[in-house]
């Protein structure tokens, strides 16, 4: 096993663990980009 594969087996169990951090921030981002005035 390469340490490559190792690393991201571990990033899967993380993700699995604490469902995608990475997509809810962007869909906060999205939603309060929505419910500010676009000029902002």
């Known amino acids: 096993m390469k340490s ?3 690393k991201q087996n571990l ?3 993380l993700e ?3 469902p995608n951090k990475a997509d809810e921030k962007q869909i906060l981002n ?3 980009r929505r ?3 676009s000029g902002y």
């Open 4 to 6: 490559s594969d190792k």
């Open 11 to 13: 990033q899967r169990k």
């Open 16 to 18: 699995s663990i604490r």
């Open 30 to 32: 999205l939603a309060v």
């Open 35 to 37: 419910a500010r005035p």
